[in-house]
């Protein structure tokens, strides 16, 4: 069996299926990722990758399951899907082409880049109207000296003289059964069957430099809280210049102190006097949008909401429509009266209020919109 349990690397059975792989290997690359875990855990990411690259590919899953690991450079080229291969190829490692074992042939220089992953934080009004948000992200890009070739002045790669190009060597090793012919990728060239005579002074031959760069962000109205989006291309560019993978962005929208959303609406809670729920008042408040108008019916109670129709958020499938802003009303009660105040209280209290030890006791709140603002209303005309 191979040294590193590949298994034990994504933390699952060896009997998982493949989207008890696939879901492990999402989890432990957001773990691992050097732009979220630190530039300490590359290689700890590069291993994650490493595993699912096996476990997830049946043939290589099979080779690794039979105690030969396919990232080794000296094991078997592969297996057939009968789970047994072609015994030429396994052969043809340790004897060359005397049993007809083909090459595995050099490793192209330029290899797709990686995926990344950020966050941004964004405002509740930008989630409600759409807008661009900033990231910063560190994570590999061209070298702005070479464009991503990795040679100085221009140079193009030369064939490696060891391997002939080939990007594997044939040795002789001694065995128990004999001397073997094993195959591995040249020591000079590792592998590519070219060797960069004058390496880029700035990327060393590696076609890309780690960067630090801003990235706009394009937040579509009505988006929803920990959306993740995904920008294609705008990832980590590749060795050699390779295509960049994607960046991913998981949106966080931050607590608003005047709002709070619900769906596709929202809502706030507007403190006012006593005498304005009695007798009603027309008053401005803030939104989005701007100051607006609500009138505050006669005899408001306590929690009774104000609509404001089409002043929510956008609706991410209709932008064009928008849900409503509700607003709560919660009355404020005066704690302290003066003498003129409390007479016409206490006024109040003896006409409308004799009866008042004959209370009424519902397991539910009363739906008699007539209480005690309508009786003071009354009082007061």
């Known amino acids: 069996m191979a040294e590193t349990d590949y298994y034990e690397v994504l933390g699952v059975e060896r009997t998982a299926s493949d ?37 997830s590919d049946s043939d290589k899953r099979r080779m690794y399951d039979s105690g030969v690991d396919p990232n080794d450079p000296n094991a078997s080229a592969g297996f057939s899907s009968a789970g047994f291969g072609d015994m030429g190829d396994i052969f043809g490692q340790f004897f060359g082409n005397a049993f007809g074992g083909g090459s595995q042939g050099p490793t192209p220089r330029t290899q797709p880049g990686r ?80 060797i960069i005579e004058h390496p880029c002074p700035t990327c060393q031959g590696h076609g890309r430099v780690r960067t630090s760069r801003d990235v706009g962000v394009t937040i ?47 809502h706030c809670w507007i403190q006012i006097p006593m005498s304005w729920a009695v007798l009603g008042h027309d008053m401005d408040i803030d939104t989005f949008d701007g100051r607006q108008t609500i009138s505050i019916p006669e005899g408001c109670q306590p929690e009774e909401t104000v609509p404001l129709k089409g002043l929510g958020v956008a609706k991410v499938k209709h932008p064009e429509e928008r849900g409503d ?13 003066n003498d003129g105040e409390r007479k016409l209280m206490e006024q109040f209290s003896q ?18 919109r007539k209480g005690f603002f309508d009786k003071i209303k009354d009082a007061l005309h």
């Open 220 to 266: 579509p109205a009505g988006i929803a809280d920990n959306t993740r989006l995904r920008l294609a291309n705008q990832g980590e560019v590749g060795e050699g210049g390779g295509a960049a993978g994607d960046l991913y962005i998981d949106i966080r929208i931050k607590p608003d102190k005047q709002f709070t959303r619900e769906g596709d609406d929202l």
């Open 115 to 194: 995926d990344a992953l950020s966050s941004a934080s964004i405002a509740l009004k930008t989630a409600v109207f759409g807008g661009t948000a900033h990231v910063k992200i560190n994570t590999f890009g061209l070298c702005p000296k070479c464009s991503g070739t990795g040679t100085s002045n221009g140079e193009k790669p030369v064939t490696c003289p060891d391997c002939n190009g080939q990007g594997m060597r044939q040795q002789v090793k001694r065995t128990m059964l004999g001397q073997m012919m094993t195959t591995a990728p040249c020591d000079r060239c590792e592998g590519h069957g070219t």
């Open 19 to 55: 989207d008890e792989i696939k879901k492990a290997y999402r989890k432990m690359s957001r773990k691992y990722h050097p732009d979220i875990a630190g530039p300490e855990f590359e290689d700890k990411f590069k291993e994650v990758n490493n595993a699912y690259e096996v476990l």
């Open 351 to 368: 006409s409308h209020d004799a009866d008042a030890s004959q209370v009424k006791q519902s397991s539910r709140p009363s739906t008699n």
């Open 325 to 337: 802003l509700v607003a709560h009303m919660s009355i404020h009660i005066p704690t302290k009266l």
